[in-house]
């Protein structure tokens, strides 16, 4: 179907002839000693892309499909050809005063195709408040996407646009999607996706855009700014900008919308630090450090389950022998990056089946389970960053049901990471109680 090829680049064989309306472009282009990845933008010296009889190929996209001068890309420029279903908006909640300054600051920016950030606290509701945004550009015929580095986040944005969009065509992509592709209004996507797209979108959102594996990585923010049309607009979604948002910002490239409230109106959970010597070693011989047992012990009599994060996959056994002597009745699993159950797992806590889920730093974002509390064992440790534990801390207090919720880290000793850490919480709770008092937003 000639729709596969709107604003796409769908790899073909050199000989092969193109269907009727579709433009055959170059995949890669040699030049004398490198070769250029037209996927991914990345530069490759001939001898590491070298295959034989002089052909070559890029290393660096190769997980979506194997790129070289033995191919050539299909393309038809997006023609936007939608067909408008009204109501568009579906989604009937309610903003706050200061969630809708901010929404009615996002709208125009994206009617406007304009180039900016929404920096919002965890629990803020960013989500929502790009709804109206999305309407305006939905109603005149526009194709969207929202990207994310997280699988996890992609399926939790997936459903609640499908119930606030109910009239509008939405694609779901990522890797481990098994329905094949197919052209949509508003494409759902994991940023490694956007490499398959050219020109496509008029405006795109990226969320949580200071994630693992889009952050500081050149090939994704290549393919974000390949996927948008030459005038389109991009909205990026964050509750911790790193260095190069900020100087966007600073440099008055990037139009910025900040909101330091969650939408119930409560303040981010203040972080309980305390300092456990030896932890990892009191796991291996079986037990949990008295402090953190009494603390999770605590949240499951109080009937709140809670996250358990640990610094690495190695950990996760260890504490999960010690959770298994200290919890003998609780129900719980391990989540990790590379478990073939984890979506399973992330889902089954969703579903209350489990009492809690001890984790590495992959449920560190886009996943909202209501009324939890959240640990951090080791969060000294040098995998997790500031941002990152930032984050982590905003899983919880994200229910008005529950706003205040707990958060706890042990350390062996106080590091700067933490401390940073702990400050922008503080900072966050500043501006925030201003907005409480209804001074202006900074």
């Not at 090829?5 to 490198?34: C, F, K, M, W």
């Not at 191919?71 to 050809?81: D, G, I, L």
């Not at 959770?323 to 159950?341: E, I, L, N, W, Y």
Request: net charge positive; glycine share 6%; with cysteine.
């Amino acid at each position: 179907m000639l729709e596969n090829y709107y604003g796409r680049r769908v790899l073909a064989g050199r000989d092969e002839l193109p269907p009727a309306g579709v433009q055959a472009l170059s995949a890669i282009t040699v030049e004398t000693r490198e070769i250029l990845c037209h996927r991914c933008g990345q530069r490759t010296p001939k001898a590491v892309a070298a295959l034989p009889r002089g052909e070559y190929y890029c290393p660096r996209c190769i997980s979506l499909g194997r790129v070289s001068t033995l191919c050539k890309f299909y393309h038809v420029p997006e023609p936007n050809q939608f067909t408008i279903s009204p109501p568009i908006l579906t989604w009937r909640g309610q903003l706050s005063s200061l969630q809708e300054a901010a929404a009615r600051q996002v709208s125009a920016g994206m009617l406007a195709h304009q180039r900016q950030l929404l920096w919002a606290v965890t629990g803020a509701g960013k989500t929502e408040m790009m709804f109206a945004g999305l309407a305006a550009c939905l109603a005149r015929g526009e194709r969207l996407a929202i990207a994310s580095p997280r699988i996890d986040v992609c399926l939790e944005l997936y459903p609640r646009l499908r119930a606030a969009f109910a009239s509008t065509e939405i694609a779901l992509l990522h890797g481990r999607q098994e329905r094949p592709y197919h052209y949509a209004q508003l494409t759902v996507c994991t940023t490694h996706q956007l490499l398959r797209f050219y020109r496509a979108f008029d405006n795109l959102v990226i969320d949580e855009v200071d994630a693992f594996p889009y952050a500081a990585n050149p090939v994704l923010f290549y393919a974000s700014q390949q996927a948008v049309k030459v005038n389109g607009g991009q909205l990026f979604l964050t509750a911790t900008p790193g260095e190069y948002l900020m100087g966007e910002a600073r440099r008055r490239h990037l139009r910025v919308t900040y909101l330091p409230l969650r939408y119930h109106g409560h303040l981010l959970p203040e972080v309980h630090c305390h300092i456990v010597r030896r932890w990892r070693q009191r796991v291996q011989e079986g037990a949990l450090p008295v402090a953190v047992q009494r603390r999770l012990r605590a949240s499951l009599q109080g009937g709140h389950r809670f996250l358990l994060f640990v610094p690495h996959v190695a950990d996760l056994a260890t504490v999960a022998r010690a959770c298994t002597r200290g919890f003998p009745t609780a129900a719980f699993a391990t989540v990790h990056a590379q478990d073939p159950q984890r979506l399973e797992k992330v889902q089954g806590m969703r579903d209350h089946r489990y009492h809690f889920l001890i984790t590495t730093s992959i449920l560190e974002r886009g996943v909202t389970f209501p009324e939890i509390d959240v640990f951090v064992l080791g969060a000294d440790d040098d995998i997790f960053s500031s941002a990152a534990l930032v984050q982590i801390a905003g899983r919880s207090g994200r229910s008005a049901s529950r706003p205040e919720g707990r958060v706890d880290f042990w350390v062996t000793a106080h590091c700067r990471r933490v401390n940073r850490a702990l400050r922008q919480i503080r900072l966050m709770n500043q501006k925030g109680r201003r907005c409480q008092h209804e001074l202006p937003i900074m």
